[in-house]
Nanobody, 123 residues
Framework: QVQLVESGGGLVQAGGSLRLSCAAS????????MGWFRQAPGKEREFVAAIRWIVTMKYYQDSVKGRSTISRDKAKNTVYLEMNGLKPEDTGVYYC????????????????WGQGTQVTVSS
């Protein structure tokens, strides 16, 4: 089992920045990749960004590419998502997830999920 705890969400004005954190515990040596997903009210959950755990490869959704950076601190078993130039359409609940394998841009690859953290961007 892998436990995930997100933090760092909040209310921010358009154009502002946030850094989300996700602390992993438990059987982290089995983790293949960590990802961030978000879900806006009335919409399906969507992929935001992912990072592979051993080989530092990063993946981004097109709408956040260039505005966001995913990174990880292996010593702390923590993944970060820094978002800049936030837009109202970035509003949603952001979930951290851990994958044991598979296509890291698909939520079907993720076996463990955090409880989510709310991000609200006001216009």
């Amino acid at each position: 089992q892998v436990q995930l705890v997100e933090s760092g969400g909040g209310l921010v004005q358009a154009g502002g920045s946030l850094r989300l954190s996700c602390a992993a515990s438990g059987r982290t040596n089995s983790v293949y990749a960590m990802g961030w997903f978000r879900q806006a009210p009335g919409k399906e959950r969507e992929f935001v960004a992912a990072i592979r755990w051993i080989v530092t490869m990063k993946y981004y959704q097109d709408s956040v590419k260039g505005r966001s950076t995913i990174s990880r601190d292996k010593a702390k078993n923590t993944v970060y998502l820094e978002m800049n130039g936030l837009k109202p359409e970035d509003t949603g609940v952001y979930y951290c997830a851990a994958a044991l394998g598979g296509p890291v841009t698909s939520d079907s690859a993720y076996a463990y999920w955090g409880q989510g953290t709310q991000v609200t961007v006001s216009s």
